[in-house]
């Protein structure tokens, strides 16, 4: 949730994504904390989706109606539910 991915010029989107076997989940969520923290959080997602092993479940999501202060609590909360979806209602 809001990746500090501007830390060092950026470099961490530099990085070509690690391969792994294991199934995985990926949650990343940022909210409306400026164009830097919008875009590097859009840009990682769009890397990790072009790279991600079939296996792996990959969501973001843009908290439009969040701040850096507050974005974390709903983001947490709405990840437990995308990862966690036992596709029953």
Do not use: C, Q
Not at 29 to 40: D, F, N
Not at 46 to 67: I, M, Q, S
């Amino acid at each position: 949730m809001s990746p500090s991915l501007w830390w060092n010029d950026e470099s961490l989107l530099a990085e070509k994504p690690v391969g792994y076997n294991a199934d995985k989940s990926i949650y990343i969520a940022v909210g409306k904390e400026g164009e830097v923290m919008e875009r590097t959080a859009l840009e990682l997602f769009n890397k990790l989706e072009k790279n991600k092993e079939e296996n792996t479940k990959l969501y973001y999501e843009f908290l439009e109606d969040k701040t850096h202060g507050d974005a974390l609590h709903i983001a947490v909360y709405h990840a437990f539910e995308k990862l966690f979806d036992s596709g029953e209602e």
